[in-house]
């Protein structure tokens, strides 16, 4: 609420599963979309690996009913894990000749029919209530949910499918290693990538490119305070698992005239349309509020963002 108030334009939530969290999003997207009239609601992301798509899909369906049709659902193979193959423990497995990145990008697929409202179920000849004819599709159905799901890509490649297969693109804070550049300058090619798969598919609607950021404006001391150390951060490479490199993105943190200079070399925000910030929900409502602010006032004006 405090977003919207401030005139974001949304407010997405990150999905983890055992860990100390709400790691079960539809509620939470539902009773925003209740108290709320106005900015997106979203996720970044949902790991694919985890879900059922059929009850995935009666739950999406009802949480953009409430919100009246405000739902960008970020979905992806997911992040590294709080436990060791914790997909496992919800049940899913991979079929034979599988890795974890192709299940989750086989049970996407699944989810994005199911949300296309066709029709599938044969019908019981004596039901509890009375049917419509033909065959029965998912309920709720929300129209227009299947053309608002994004895909967290961490390589050029998955970039490329989602575009294939019509979602929009999220790329985070950090990609899989694919040059030794910074990672402005690698996701501005996996965002080049995406929209000449995009076009090449030959979808007629325009797509959506979000990147993430983590930017905080110092503008007091409770800033100095809690990201003062941040100034001149640089990108770091680390690894996921035993062999993914990846660059994981720096922190902004400076004065507004330093970060507006600063964000406006960022090559990935300038080719992107949409741009998510790194809240750390850590330090309470009042705080993120204030970085919100912040940003809204002292930064995005002079950037063009607003």
């Known amino acids: 609420m405090a977003a919207e108030e401030l005139g974001a334009d949304g407010a997405y939530f990150r999905v983890h599963h055992f860990a100390q969290q709400l790691s079960s999003p539809f509620p939470l997207l539902a009773a925003i979309g209740a108290r709320t009239s ?41 992040s590294p ?21 192709a299940m989750a990008r086989r049970t996407a697929e699944t989810f994005l029919e199911l949300l296309a409202g066709r029709g599938f179920a044969e019908p019981n000849p004596r039901p ?30 998955t970039a490329a499918w989602a575009a294939q297969v019509g979602m929009h693109l999220m790329t985070s804070t950090l990609k899989f290693d694919e040059g030794g550049q910074p990672l402005h300058v690698q996701q501005a090619e996996q965002i080049e990538a995406f929209r000449a798969a995009w076009r090449d598919a030959g979808h007629t609607r325009e ?39 990846a660059v994981f993105g720096r922190t902004y943190a400076a004065e507004p005239d330093a970060l507006v200079e600063q964000l406006a070399a960022d090559t990935a925000i300038a080719a992107a349309d949409t741009l998510l910030l790194t809240i750390p929900n850590q330090l309470g409502v009042d705080y993120n509020a204030h970085v919100l602010e912040s940003i809204l006032r002292h930064v995005a004006p002079a950037l063009g963002w607003r």
Do not use: C, K
Request: aromatic residues 10%; glycine residues 12%.
């Open 38 to 78: 106005r900015i997106e609601i979203g996720t970044a992301v949902i790991d694919m690996r985890y879900e059922n798509p059929h009850y995935m899909a009666e739950d999406a369906g009802a949480a953009d009913l409430i919100a009246g049709g405000r739902l960008q659902l970020g979905i992806s193979r997911g």
């Open 81 to 101: 894990e709080q436990v060791i193959d914790g997909y496992r423990q919800f049940g899913h497995v991979p079929r034979e000749g599988e890795d974890d990145g």
């Open 128 to 157: 509890m209530f009375p049917n419509p004819p033909g065959l029965l599709r998912l309920e709720p159905y929300s129209p227009g949910l299947r053309e608002r799901i994004w895909w967290g890509a961490g390589a050029n490649a």
């Open 207 to 245: 797509p959506r490119v979000s990147v993430s950021r983590s930017i905080f404006p110092i503008v007091d001391d409770r800033d100095r305070l809690y990201f003062g150390h941040s100034r001149g951060e640089s990108d770091q490479i680390g690894y996921l698992d035993e062999t993914t490199r």
